[in-house]
């Protein structure tokens, strides 16, 4: 067994201190040396023997990392020259270094764009640095399925890769295949810790606690994780001992092994990424649906994990989470029953309780279908509206038209205008913002500037920047001033996404606005 062990922790005196590059996310585990090595190009052959001219051959420049993606561009809608003549390292802060907020519509372009398959940027190399910012954006979004996804499409094989895709699998409790590409394949270095952890993880606790052991003796592990993964082999010896503190940052791997054993979690919010494990049914009741609002929140988790949680139990409590689940579990029941006015009651309820929490368009996507069944003559005429409003927020355009009736109001014609159900009022919209959709997604010139530069990125092929830009000015999401709006959905309509810009418009203009 000594000897097994003395195999195990073979090479990481020399490679335990090897540098580690610093990652955009400060969470990612250590799980493999980073200092491997690029093998040069293999180089050109010449023919043999004689011939009647030089032959050289070349060999063909692999594809390019960066160029993966989960979305083909008949899928995403975006064009496989996404990002014209930019260079890799003016994508990659593009993609960094935008702020990720606004409406839902809006945040959910920006994860398309971060999934398409498009033709690398100049400049990309093996350093893949478009993808690597990309999954950084997936994972900071708690995106993880995904990540995984673009990691496998791409293969894991390179250091940086692996990591992230190390950290997925622990995430999501399914490390085992990663566990199994660090024993197979040598090139992939692991750290002691990723060590130890897919030792136990693979039942050979023994040979865990070896390799923990030698490793500490070397000196290849910081005495605080050495006694986090002594903690997690074997929980019992340490029940009297006093909590170890929680690592600054923590990792997904520090954050593992502590859920392990039951160790309490740092205060304030974990990263989005860490929640996934909340969303089970054993989870309990609240902190399945903090987990739940967040993520939808962030556009990682859809409809169906909200109310998922919010129907996991009986409210226990007023006030809050409790409130919006008891109106959920309300709303439930009054459709289930199918009488209009406890509809039309427990809807408003619902509508308030949640938009209170900026969860609108959750509500309308999950109800969206069962409100498109209901006859609207048979509802109150004061719960028209707001079924109006649902229904378009819920992408049922054409039951909102029928709901609305055939002499809608101006502003409610307005907004099944920028739907694209119906024609705009013959006057100006008495709401700037209103006034300013329906001009954004008019088939018009550049009003100002502004457009004229969006205009001029997509007709250079330079689409990806401006869609990103134009996503940007609308970050504020129910905040974002009119002209904002305009030039925004004036580019992405440039930019053939008039579908994602009505989403945005709408969202702007039906979902609460800040307090």
């Known amino acids: 067994?000594?000897?097994?062990?003395?195999?195990?922790?073979?090479?990481?005196?020399?490679?335990?201190?090897?540098?580690?590059?610093?990652?955009?996310?400060?969470?990612?585990?250590?799980?493999?040396?980073?200092?491997?090595?690029?093998?040069?190009?293999?180089?050109?052959?010449?023919?043999?023997?004689?011939?009647?001219?030089?032959?050289?051959?070349?060999?063909?420049?692999?594809?390019?990392?960066?160029?993966?993606?989960?979305?083909?561009?008949?899928?995403?809608?975006?064009?496989r020259r996404l990002w014209g003549d930019a260079t890799a390292d003016e994508v990659r802060a593009l993609v960094l270094e935008h702020p990720v907020a606004g409406s839902?519509?809006?945040?959910?372009?920006?994860?398309?764009?971060?999934?398409a398959e498009a033709d690398p940027p100049a400049g990309s190399g093996p350093g893949s640095v478009v993808l690597l910012a990309r999954l950084d954006r997936l994972l900071e979004l708690g995106a993880l399925d995904e990540a995984e996804g673009v990691i496998l499409a791409a293969g894991p094989e390179t250091p940086e890769l692996f990591r992230r895709w190390f950290d997925v699998g622990l995430l999501t409790q399914r490390a085992q295949p990663q566990c199994e590409a660090?024993?197979?394949?040598?090139?992939?270095?692991?750290?002691?810790?990723?060590r130890v952890f897919c030792l136990a993880r693979g039942g050979d606790w023994n040979a865990a606690e070896i390799t923990l052991t030698l490793g500490?003796?070397?000196?290849?592990?910081?005495?605080?994780?050495?006694?986090?993964?002594?903690?997690?082999?074997?929980?019992?010896?340490?029940?009297?001992?006093?909590?170890?503190?929680?690592?600054?940052?923590?990792?997904?791997?520090?954050?593992?092994?502590?859920?392990?054993?039951?160790l309490p979690r740092p205060p304030g919010q974990l990263p989005l990424a860490f929640l996934w494990s909340d969303l089970t049914e054993h989870t309990p009741m609240r902190m399945r649906i903090e987990a739940a609002e967040r993520l939808t929140l962030a556009g990682s988790a859809g409809a169906d994990a909200l109310l998922g949680a919010y129907r996991s139990g009986t409210p226990a409590a007023s006030g809050g989470i409790w409130d919006r689940a008891a109106a959920?579990?309300?709303?439930?029941?009054?459709?289930?029953?199918?009488?209009?006015?406890?509809?039309?009651?427990?809807?408003?309820?619902?509508?308030?309780?949640?938009?209170?929490?900026?969860?609108?368009?959750?509500?309308?996507?999950?109800?969206?279908?069962?409100?498109?069944?209901?006859?609207?003559?048979?509802?109150?005429?004061?719960?028209?509206?707001?079924?109006?409003?649902?229904?378009?927020?819920?992408?049922?355009s054409g039951a909102a038209s029928r709901a609305a009736g055939p002499t809608p109001d101006a502003r409610i014609a307005a907004l099944l205008a920028v739907a694209g159900v119906g024609a705009a009022p013959s006057g100006p919209p008495a709401d700037p913002r209103l006034a300013a959709a329906l001009s954004g997604l008019a088939d018009r010139e550049p009003a100002d500037e502004r457009e004229k530069r969006l205009g001029a990125e997509v007709a250079a092929g330079r689409a990806g920047f401006a869609i990103v830009e134009a996503l940007a000015l609308v970050a504020p999401g129910p905040g974002?001033?009119?002209?904002?709006?305009?030039?925004?959905?004036?580019?992405?309509?440039?930019?053939?996404?008039t579908d994602a810009a009505r989403a945005i418009a709408l969202q702007a203009l039906l979902l609460p606005g800040p307090a």
């Open 216 to 262: 500490q003796g070397v000196g290849s592990i910081s005495p605080e994780q050495e006694a986090l993964l002594a903690r997690f082999l074997d929980p019992a010896l340490f029940e009297e001992d006093p909590e170890p503190p929680i690592p600054r940052p923590l990792t997904a791997l520090d954050f593992t092994l502590r859920e392990a054993v039951g």
């Open 480 to 497: 974002v001033d009119p002209a904002s709006l305009e030039a925004a959905l004036f580019a992405l309509r440039t930019a053939g996404q």
């Open 328 to 396: 959920t579990q309300a709303l439930d029941a009054a459709l289930a029953a199918g009488e209009p006015a406890g509809i039309a009651a427990a809807l408003a309820a619902a509508d308030a309780a949640l938009s209170q929490r900026g969860l609108r368009a959750a509500l309308a996507a999950a109800y969206a279908p069962a409100l498109a069944a209901i006859d609207p003559a048979q509802l109150p005429a004061e719960a028209r509206g707001e079924v109006v409003e649902l229904l378009l927020l819920g992408g049922e």
């Open 104 to 115: 839902p519509a809006a945040r959910a372009l920006f994860r398309r764009v971060l999934l």
């Open 1 to 79: 067994m000594r000897r097994a062990g003395l195999a195990l922790v073979a090479g990481l005196v020399a490679t335990g201190a090897a540098a580690q590059p610093r990652s955009a996310i400060p969470w990612l585990s250590d799980s493999v040396v980073l200092s491997i090595p690029t093998l040069p190009p293999p180089r050109p052959r010449t023919a043999d023997g004689p011939t009647t001219g030089a032959i050289t051959v070349t060999p063909l420049d692999p594809v390019s990392r960066d160029a993966v993606g989960l979305l083909k561009p008949d899928v995403s809608g975006l064009p």
């Open 182 to 194: 660090l024993r197979r394949n040598p090139a992939l270095s692991p750290t002691l810790p990723a």
